[in-house]
């Protein structure tokens, strides 16, 4: 990262009490100086293996246009055509802000420490360490935070995978066999497959794989297009406004679909001109205007198609007596399955990173391979407590997005201009707080839904 002796102290050991004497990379910190924006951090990053603005956006894109999208005519269900279209609109821009609030205060972060690049737990850790001097002992906690809540947020991805790629095979498998098998032996059938996932160590060994997901993903997608304007109907069912206790589940649901704050930091960082990121139109804008358009798309005319009776993911309603109809669900769940791999690489990474010097050096290697096996078949236990796509995804977008893609932001945000920076009427201290409280409402309400629904398949 290129931090000197000084920083790299500060960071190792944030727990002690600063006096008003204590520097990071020779600032002292809570204060601001005018020097730190002599300080260029993008001069100082290390320009091998850096992706152009085309190759950021195609990341991006990429991070976004998950199996998130088959969720929105469901989300739409929860909202209505008319709310559910223009609250996704609203949620898009409140993400994407949050995203940007979140790169600027790293840029800013980065010049008054004279770091070149940070993360995102590296920024909420600066934030704090910058910030009022009740606070600084935080930094050290507000760092796991974070990477607890990546973590977290990517081992409940993963769940939702593993419930889907298994809906996907059920359909088409029973549809066949004319049987009648549950789904959670689906779910055990798909052990195999993704403890080999789990036990991939380095990421250029996912490069075939991730090659194979996107070409799948784009051809079920096409499809799956072709099927929802070819079947859009104006049928009674279809609401204008929801009753209000879905909204919650709309509001979770949209927040999980849209959000991709985790990959956020590292595609900025890796960027050849990261100055470019920002601003307008800005790799940002222009990836976050497509994708919010995307989804408001689909989810509308997903749910004109199939009304009342559209599913977690929109590719469940596709005619499984139709050959299209099969080979979208099985290309979308092989998609999804070569996904899990690159989705939990990440979470695998950080967790065993955190725990390794614990275990002796010769047996690092089994105890990594054990660890990596609990940690799948942890997913896999997860799907066989809740096999229901809908509630599960508003749970996971309530709980982790919510918080990762909101909350934290604003948070950092606000630290990191507390020192006379909050503008007029201190604007920026009251749009945060009404960012919290937004979070906060989709965390609890979405929550409480989302187990509320899950409660009741057990009943």
């Known amino acids: 990262m290129g931090k000197n002796t000084k920083q790299q102290a500060a960071i190792d050991n944030p727990m002690q009490e600063f006096s008003s004497s204590t520097k990071i990379a020779g600032v002292v910190i809570g204060e601001y100086n005018e020097k730190d924006e002599l300080y260029d951090p993008f001069e100082h990053r290390d320009k091998k293996n850096t992706n152009s603005d085309i190759g950021a956006l195609a990341h991006l894109l990429k991070s976004s246009l998950g199996t998130g999208i088959l969720a929105m005519p469901n989300a739409i269900l929860h909202g209505g055509v008319l709310f559910g279209g223009i ?16 790169v600027r205060s790293s840029h800013v972060l980065c010049r008054r420490t004279k770091t070149p690049q940070m993360t ?7 934030a704090f360490l910058c910030g009022p001097k009740p606070i600084r002992p935080f930094a050290n906690a507000s760092r796991i935070f974070v990477n607890s809540a990546l973590c977290a947020t990517y081992v409940g991805g993963t769940c939702v995978y593993v419930v889907f790629i298994a809906t996907s095979i059920e359909q088409v498998a029973n549809y066949h066999s ?80 849209i959000e991709g704050i985790g990959v956020v930091m590292p595609v900025e960082n890796s960027m050849k001109n990261p100055q470019r990121f920002l601003g307008c139109p800005g790799i940002l804008n222009i990836t976050m205007s497509i994708v919010v358009t995307l989804y408001a798309v689909l989810g509308v005319f997903g749910y004109l198609t199939y009304g009342e009776k559209v599913l977690g993911s929109i590719t469940l309603n596709l005619p499984t007596e139709d050959i299209l109809g099969q080979v979208v669900k099985l290309l979308i ?10 989705q939990y690489f990440v979470a695998l990474e950080i967790m065993w990173s955190s725990i390794k010097d614990k275990f002796s050096h010769k047996f690092q290697g089994l105890c990594e391979t054990l660890f990596r096996a609990f940690m799948v078949l942890l997913t896999v236990v997860v799907a066989l407590i809740v096999p229901d796509l809908g509630p599960f995804i508003s749970l996971v977008g309530a709980i982790f997005f919510s918080i990762l893609g909101i909350s934290i932001p604003a948070i950092v945000e606000t630290i990191s201009c507390w020192e006379g920076h909050l503008g007029a009427f201190k604007w920026r201290l009251w749009k945060n707080t009404l960012l919290v409280v937004f979070s906060m409402f989709a965390l609890i309400f979405g929550s409480w839904i989302s187990i509320v629904e899950i409660i009741q398949l057990y009943h």
């Open 120 to 126: 995102y737990a590296e920024t909420a850790e600066a």
């Open 178 to 257: 004319g049987m009648d098998i549950s789904i959670r032996m689906y779910i055990l059938t798909l052990i195999p497959a993704v403890l080999l996932l789990g036990q991939v160590r380095n990421l250029k060994y996912m490069v075939p794989f991730s090659m194979v997901a996107n070409i799948c993903m784009m051809i079920g997608f096409a499809i799956t297009l072709y099927y929802v304007f070819t079947g859009i109907q104006f049928t009674e069912d279809v609401k204008l406004f929801a009753s209000a206790e879905q909204l919650p589940t709309f509001f979770a649901t949209v927040i999980f679909a």
């Open 87 to 102: 609250g996704t609109i609203i949620i898009g821009f409140i993400c994407a802000h949050c995203v940007h609030i979140l």
């Open 333 to 342: 769940a092989l998609a999804v399955l070569f996904t899990y791999g690159l």
